[in-house]
Each structure stands twice: as structure tokens, then as C-alpha cells.
């Protein structure tokens, strides 16, 4: 009796193992022959009907979020965000501004913009988009309580963190004049190429008729941003798997002419796929700057025959970043420039799919400075440099490396390598970004390397030069310096603005409280079959309504 | 018996929150914060004071504890610091995929090894037991993410008979058979090295019982080989077996998060590894408490298994 029952309860807890183990995969069979059944249902439709036309684009990290007025900084999530958002005005490789929600956007004082929108702008759902909508964005984003990633504190209302006070209601710098037609007012007359990037190309708009009841503590989390349905864009939401991919399909409600694909798949697949992928047509294309393609691939890509490959201009460059206070003498800084063999970085890592430039703003930039002389490779000179100014042979500097760019890891290898040719020592140490952003932080660093991001306009990329910038992670402090940044940030006539930001380059150049060690040329991959469409580093998707496939 | 199972589940709670308490302050001392991840000099800094406020993570360590605490005694996990989603949903969107993925891999396995491990036992010594022998060694000592990258380079690219990686085909839906496609490689990697584990164990255990007086005391009665090795042998030989089997699962979750980032398995471990480079602490902290259930419940079944398994083992 005894060991019979023994013997059930031996079985039931066995049972029990396995039950609950397969209570989990049950679920997924049952799933997946709901979802065989919906394929089999579709697979008929589409065979009746046309072929659909998808196009999927591979990405190496997922977009963490779809939220609009929030994107963490996140580029993937800057990347799929353009899909199903449109802004007031897209921008082309060009740099020309495009009406998209505004067909205009006009300044004659540079500090009052009259921006008028598209009269037949309307939400998916086929609702009209008006000033109400600007209106409820701004205020909403623009709440103490809301986390956004809008940076318009050059707004008159805001107030230096860029936000409206606890309890104000309503913000000074916007006046509403009807419908279709809005008004912003700046602190201070500023570019209107700051007011055309910053506020007319990264600012995505939330609907009010959905949102409207939300109490704005609880915005963030509401179902909303994690299944965007209602946006304005000639995709829509359609499914949004983290890690796996996001799906969009057509908005027949679109106010520009309707897409001609049917969808499009954002799939993230990690770097070393991407080439294989593109190769079996399972993406059709790379995306920039979450979808590199490794510039080791560069040969077999070439000779891949069903896809054209191009490169892009030059992207914001891998920095070599001084601590100014622990390394304060320019000479060795100086000498570390001269110490360092970037030209063959360039040559052999990149196979010269890459620039040597010596400062933070890439070269296309409107603004860069020609007239700069750019470091050359001089080992004697930075060791005549260094004896120069004393430098201690036994000394060892610390160089922080983020893990995760194989490409800027290599090439931080060559880096220690021609810094101990010339006598420094170097050791080095590898972290995830977020543990070498906190010891940069804190200082706790002489030498670090990454990319900061893509900027037309060029007071971003100086910002951080300024002395009283809390951000200023490398300490550097030069008041003539901070002078032409603050002028250069307001000064509206770019005649002006050209010979402040000349000058400044050159101080910078002389100071050196960094230096650029490459400036990549991005690997662009997309297959014949797509008409119109090729990953770009900005507004890749600004005429994505009407990229098509090629139907043989 | 009753009695034992209540006091282990009622033992099992302080463990937990010791669990907990630990985890979150490894989690904590770990350098870097979900805010200072924003590196972009031109976010002024109240924002990401304002930030840290929002998150809670101005307060003290015990505070911000005792606010998780609150939160999962109310049944609440918290929403995800980067994609505001909530918690138990992220997970419960993962959890399928791993399990589906680690049972896969435990059945194959098992199923593989037991046979050769029987077979290798009863030829000792011979050309078969050394070949197997060496074969599992090399199961063994294989990493799985050169394995994985091999077993891509060959089924995937070269010769196009299964897909690099992720779980279903993107827009066919991810059918029963789209899945087991999928399935495959990332299930043998994992498979391979249970194999080559197990192998050895079982190897040993049937060796060991194989040499028992009683096994001599049956063949002289003139059982059948067969008989001998597979009723005699092997059940005792299958007891040690089955406590290895309980705390191979908990392996299989950690052994999981290196697989499925290789193939790009939406599972458990990608979330985890995602969680940890961005600092999301609640999502981290839900899957610890995950993690940690998951091995004192499997802990508990193997050993009640070895009660009844082995008559000599008693629980009071």
C-alpha cells in the first residue's frame, strides 16, 4: 500500500515537471497554430489578390521604445520613429529642409517663426492634425512631470532645463493664430537652422483626441506608447516585438500621396548577419548608424551582384577625448596628436572608407573649418614635444575604451600602439558604456574614445567645450573659448556665424582638449529591387511613400 | 511528508527576500545608472536630475528596497526604466521562448545521453567507450558560442538548410514548423554540451552499478544479459541521474542568455543581458526573483524525486 502510494505521488509530481514546463510551450503551439492559421488565410489572400510588397531593413539594436516625444536619445529608436511620425519638416542628404506637416516655415526677425501647416494634414485615424495638436505636444512635453527628448529651452516660456515651471499652464512662446497657422517666439533671435532642426525636424507630435485625459505623471507608462496606433505617417503601427523587430504597414489615410509598399519590417539581426541577410534577400537593406555593416565585409559586398553599394559622407567622427586636468599641458596633448598614425587607421582598417579630420564637426558640415591644419603623423616631433614639456616616462595614463565597436576597438589598439612607440605609457581598460560614461563622469580617466551624434547644426557639437557646462566631461576651460560659443549659439547672420565658428575651430585646434581620430564613410547596402530608398545618415525615410519594388 | 514540503515552502520565503536583498545591492554597487547613460552634453542637467527624481533614484538604497518591496507585495513589478513597458509583461513574453528552447535542449539531450552512456558503460573499456569518451569530452569542453557561430556558418550560410537566427520567419508568422526550423540549431548547441555532461555521469553511475555483487548474483541465476543491464543495472543506475537532471534546468536558464544571443533567440537571456547594459534596475530585479523561484522550485521537486527514488533518503 505504502509504496503504491509512493508510486502516484513519484508520478504526479513527474506529471507535475512536466506540465510545467510544457504549460508554457502549449501556450506557444497553441499560438502558433492560431498564427499557422492566419499565414495559410493570408498566404491565400495575397496569392489571390497582388504580391505584397515589404521591404525590411536590419538593425543591430532594438528600439527600447516607439514613444515619440521621447526617444531616450536611442538611434534605433530614432531610426523607426520617422516610419510612422512625420515632423513639420524633413531634411535630405543635401541638407535642404522639406515641407512635410508645414508647408512653411517662415522667420524675417530670426526670432518670430510663422509656421503654417499642411491644411489636409490628418491622424491615421482620419482626424484632422491642427494647431490644437501642436499645442497639446508642446504643453504636454514641455510638463516639469513628462520625460521628453524635445531640447527647446531657446523657447520663450521655458525656462534653462527647457521645461515650463511647476504649474504653469501655458507657454509664452507659442501663440496660436488658427486652425493651420502657429506662431513660436525664441528668447533670442538665433538661426533659423536651429529652429528648423531642433524644432521643425525632431519634433513628433501626439494626438490630443487620444491622449487628452492622461494625467501627465502617468504619460510615460500609458498603453499608448507601447502600441503607437494613431500617429501621422505614411506607415503605421503595425506590431512591435523588442529584439525581434517592428512591423509598419501603409496608412491609407495619408495626407501626401499614399505609400506604394505595403509594409515594412525594421529587423534587428546582429552586424555579422547583416551582410548573409542581405545577401539571401532577407533584408533588403542596412540602416545608418544602428545597421552598420562591418567595413571588414567591405570586399564581399562588393561583389555581391543584386545589391548597390555606396558610401556615405562622412559621419560624426570616433573622438579621442583628453581629461584636460589630468593631461593640462598642451604640448602633450600635442604630441599625443603627432604620435598618432590615424592615416592608417584609415588605410588599413577602414580601406579608406574613412577621413582623418582633427576636430569634432565632420567635414561636410556647413560650417567646418578648411583652413585648419591637420595634425600629421610625426613621431619624431611628439617625442621632441614631450621632452619639452618634462614628460614623465614612468607615468601611465589610463585610456577607456567602450566594448561593443569591434572597428574603434582595433583601431584604439593601433592608437596605444603608436603612444607607446613615442614613450607614453598606456594602459588600457574596457567597459560597457554605461559603467566608462560614470568613470568619465567622475574623471576617472585620461584618455577615452567614442562617437557622439549626428548634428547639421554646429553649436551641438560645441556645446560641450563650454566651461560651465555641467556636461563638460573633459574639463576643458578656455574663456576666449566660451565666448565664440555662446556668440556662435545666438549670432542669427551666418556670414557672422562662419567667422565666429572659424575662429573658435582654431582655438579648439590650438588648445586641442580633443581630437578626432576617423571619420567613417558608412557602408550603404540596399538591394536592386528597391526604387527610391537607401539608408542615409539623416532623413532616410523622407520620401518614404515613394520607395517601391521592382516587380519583374 | 506533508510536513517537510510545508516547512521547505515556508523556508523558501525569508530566502527569497534574502535573494532579493542581495541581488539588488550587487545590482546597485554595479558602476553606472540609467541616467548617466545620457551623455549628450546638451541635456542640461536639471533634466536629468528631474529624471533621477522620476525613477526614484535619488532616495537611499533601504528606500528605494523598500519601495520595490511595496510594490511586489501589491502584486505590482514595476515598468521598465527604458520602455516604460510593464515588467511582468516583458517577461512573460520571454519566459515561452526560453523554456521552449531549454526543455528542447534537456529532452535531446537526455535522450541522447542516456542511450550512450548505457552503451558506452557496458562496452567498457573498448574502442566504443573511448570513442565516446573523447567525444564527450570535447561536448564539453566546446564554448557554445564558438559552437553556435560554427554550426551558423555551415547550416546558415553555406549551405542555406536553416535560418542565422531569431525565432519565427519575418511575415510568414512563425508556424509550428517555421519555429522548429528555427528551433534547431540554437537547441543542438545547447543540447551538445547537456550531452557531453551527462554522458560522463551516466557512464560512471552504470560502471559503478555494473560492479555491484548483485549484478553478478543475477547473471549466475541466468537472467539475460538484456535483462540485466537494462532492469537491473539501469534503474539504479538512473537514481544519482535524476538530481543532476533538477539542477540541470537552472544551468540551462544561465547557459541560455550566451545562446540566444548568438542566435538571436527571444528569450529570457536577451532581455537580461538588454537589462544589464542599460542599468534597467526593476526589469533586472523581476528577473532575478524569476531566476531565483525557478531554481529553489526545481531544487525542491529533485529532491522530493530523490525521496522516492531512493527509499534510503527520508524526509521529516
Known amino acids: 500500500m505504502k509504496s503504491s502510494l509512493r508510486f502516484i505521488t513519484f508520478t504526479l509530481l513527474a506529471v507535475l515537471l512536466v506540465l510545467l514546463s510544457a504549460c508554457t510551450s502549449a501556450q506557444n503551439s497553441s499560438t502558433d497554430s492560431t498564427k499557422a492559421a492566419d499565414t495559410t488565410n493570408t498566404d491565400k489572400t495575397t496569392a489571390a489578390s497582388v504580391k505584397e510588397k515589404v521591404v525590411t531593413i536590419g538593425i543591430v539594436n532594438s528600439p527600447p521604445t516607439l514613444n515619440q516625444i521621447n526617444d531616450q536619445g536611442d538611434s534605433a529608436t530614432r531610426t523607426v520613429l520617422p516610419l510612422i511620425n512625420d515632423s513639420l519638416l524633413d531634411i535630405n542628404t543635401s541638407f535642404e529642409f522639406l515641407p512635410k506637416l508645414a508647408d512653411s516655415v517662415e522667420t524675417t526677425d530670426n526670432q518670430n517663426y510663422v509656421v503654417k501647416l499642411n491644411p489636409n494634414a490628418k491622424w491615421n485615424d482620419d482626424q484632422p492634425f491642427t494647431t490644437a495638436d501642436v499645442r497639446f505636444t508642446l504643453l504636454t512635453a514641455l510638463n516639469p512631470k513628462v520625460e521628453s527628448s524635445f531640447r527647446l529651452s531657446f523657447i520663450d516660456g521655458t525656462n534653462d532645463a527647457g521645461k515650463l515651471e511647476e504649474g504653469q499652464t501655458e507657454l509664452s512662446g507659442l501663440k496660436i493664430v488658427d486652425k493651420h497657422t502657429f506662431k513660436v517666439k525664441t528668447k533670442t533671435p538665433i538661426d533659423p537652422n536651429i529652429f528648423k532642426e531642433t524644432f521643425a525636424t525632431k519634433v513628433y507630435f501626439i494626438p490630443e483626441h487620444v491622449l487628452k485625459d492622461v494625467v501627465p505623471d502617468q504619460l510615460a507608462t500609458n498603453p499608448y506608447f507601447q502600441k503607437p496606433e494613431v500617429t501621422i505617417g505614411a506607415f503605421k503601427f503595425a506590431d512591435f516585438k523588442k529584439d525581434q523587430y517592428t512591423e509598419v504597414v501603409r496608412n491609407d489615410n495619408y495626407y501626401r500621396p499614399v505609400a506604394k509598399l505595403d509594409k515594412i519590417y525594421v529587423k534587428v539581426l546582429p552586424a555579422t548577419n547583416l551582410i548573409a541577410q542581405l545577401q539571401t534577400g532577407d533584408i533588403q537593406m542596412n540602416s545608418l548608424p544602428v545597421g552598420l555593416i562591418p567595413i571588414t565585409d567591405y570586399d564581399k559586398l562588393k561583389a555581391l551582384p543584386n545589391l548597390n553599394v555606396d558610401s556615405s559622407g562622412p559621419s560624426e567622427p570616433a573622438e579621442l577625448f583628453f581629461n584636460n586636468k589630468t593631461i593640462n599641458d598642451v604640448k602633450v596633448r600635442q604630441a599625443i596628436a603627432y604620435a598618432l598614425n590615424r592615416q592608417l587607421i584609415v588605410d588599413q582598417l577602414f580601406k579608406g572608407q574613412a577621413e582623418v579630420i582633427d576636430g569634432s564637426v565632420p567635414s561636410d558640415n556647413l560650417y567646418y573649418n578648411k583652413d585648419i591644419q591637420l595634425f600629421t603623423y610625426d613621431p619624431d616631433k611628439a617625442k621632441a614635444l614631450l621632452k619639452e614639456a618634462g614628460w614623465d616616462t614612468n607615468k601611465t595614463l589610463r585610456f577607456l575604451v567602450p566594448a561593443g565597436n569591434k572597428i574603434r576597438e582595433q583601431a584604439s589598439d593601433i592608437l596605444v600602439q603608436n603612444l607607446k612607440d613615442v614613450g607614453i605609457n598606456v594602459e588600457v581598460q574596457k567597459f560597457d558604456f554605461s559603467t566608462l560614461i560614470q568613470k568619465v563622469d567622475k574623471g576617472e580617466y585620461d584618455l577615452t574614445i567614442f562617437n557622439r551624434d549626428y548634428y547639421i547644426e554646429p553649436s551641438n557639437y560645441f556645446s560641450l567645450f563650454k566651461g560651465d557646462n555641467a556636461n563638460n566631461f573633459i574639463f576643458y576651460h578656455n574663456p576666449k573659448a566660451d565666448e565664440f560659443i555662446s556668440q556662435g549659439a545666438t549670432e542669427s547672420d551666418p556670414a557672422k556665424r562662419h567667422d565666429i565658428y572659424n575662429k573658435l575651430q582654431q582655438i579648439l585646434h590650438d588648445d586641442l582638449p580633443t581630437l578626432s581620430i576617423y571619420s567613417e564613410k558608412r557602408l550603404q547596402a540596399v538591394s536592386n529591387v528597391v526604387v527610391g530608398g537607401k539608408p542615409l545618415n539623416l532623413g532616410a525615410f523622407n520620401n518614404v511613400n515613394e520607395w517601391d519594388l521592382k516587380t519583374n | ?316
Open chain 2, 1 to 316: 511528508m506533508l510536513f517537510y514540503l510545508t516547512r521547505r515552502l515556508l523556508i523558501s520565503f525569508p530566502v527569497l527576500l534574502g535573494i532579493t536583498v542581495i541581488s539588488f545591492i550587487i545590482m546597485k554597487l554595479a558602476p553606472g545608472n540609467p541616467v548617466d547613460m545620457l551623455i549628450d552634453p546638451n541635456t542640461p542637467p536639471e533634466l536629468l536630475d528631474a529624471k533621477r527624481e522620476m525613477l526614484g533614484l535619488n532616495s537611499s538604497l533601504p528606500v528605494q528596497y523598500w519601495h520595490w518591496l511595496k510594490g511586489l507585495l501589491h502584486g505590482q513589478l514595476g515598468y521598465s526604466f527604458s520602455s516604460y513597458a510593464p515588467v511582468a509583461g516583458m517577461i512573460g513574453q520571454r519566459i515561452g521562448p526560453t523554456l521552449l528552447l531549454a526543455l528542447t535542449a534537456l529532452l535531446t539531450g537526455l535522450l541522447t545521453a542516456i542511450p550512450l552512456g548505457i552503451a558506452s558503460a557496458v562496452r567498457h573499456n573498448k574502442a566504443f567507450d573511448h570513442t565516446m569518451t573523447g567525444l564527450a569530452f570535447i561536448g564539453l569542453s566546446i564554448p557554445p558560442f564558438f559552437l553556435g557561430l560554427s554550426l551558423i556558418y555551415v547550416f546558415a550560410l553555406k549551405l542555406h538548410w536553416l535560418p542565422t537566427g531569431g525565432m519565427s520567419t519575418l511575415g510568414r508568422g512563425g508556424g509550428f514548423s517555421d519555429t522548429l526550423h528555427h528551433l534547431i540549431l540554437p537547441a543542438t548547441v545547447l543540447a551538445i554540451g547537456i550531452v557531453g555532461k551527462k554522458i560522463r555521469y551516466i557512464r560512471a553511475s552504470m560502471l559503478d552499478v555494473l560492479s555491484q555483487e548483485y549484478l553478478r548474483t543475477a547473471r549466475a541465476k541466468g537472467v539475460k544479459e538484456s535483462m540485466v543491464v537494462y532492469k537491473h543495472a539501469l534503474r539504479n543506475a538512473l537514481l544519482p541521474i535524476l538530481t543532476v537532471f533538477g539542477t540541470e534546468i537552472p544551468v540551462l536558464l544561465g547557459g541560455s542568455i550566451l545562446v540566444e544571443q548568438i542566435f538571436q533567440w527571444p528569450g529570457i537571456g536577451q532581455l537580461t543581458m538588454q537589462s544589464i547594459l542599460s542599468r534597467d534596475y526593476p526589469t533586472l530585479m523581476a528577473l532575478n526573483l524569476v531566476a531565483a523561484i525557478v531554481v529553489m522550485t526545481s531544487n525542491l521537486i529533485t529532491d522530493i524525486l530523490y525521496s522516492f527514488a531512493d527509499p534510503r533518503i527520508q524526509y521529516r
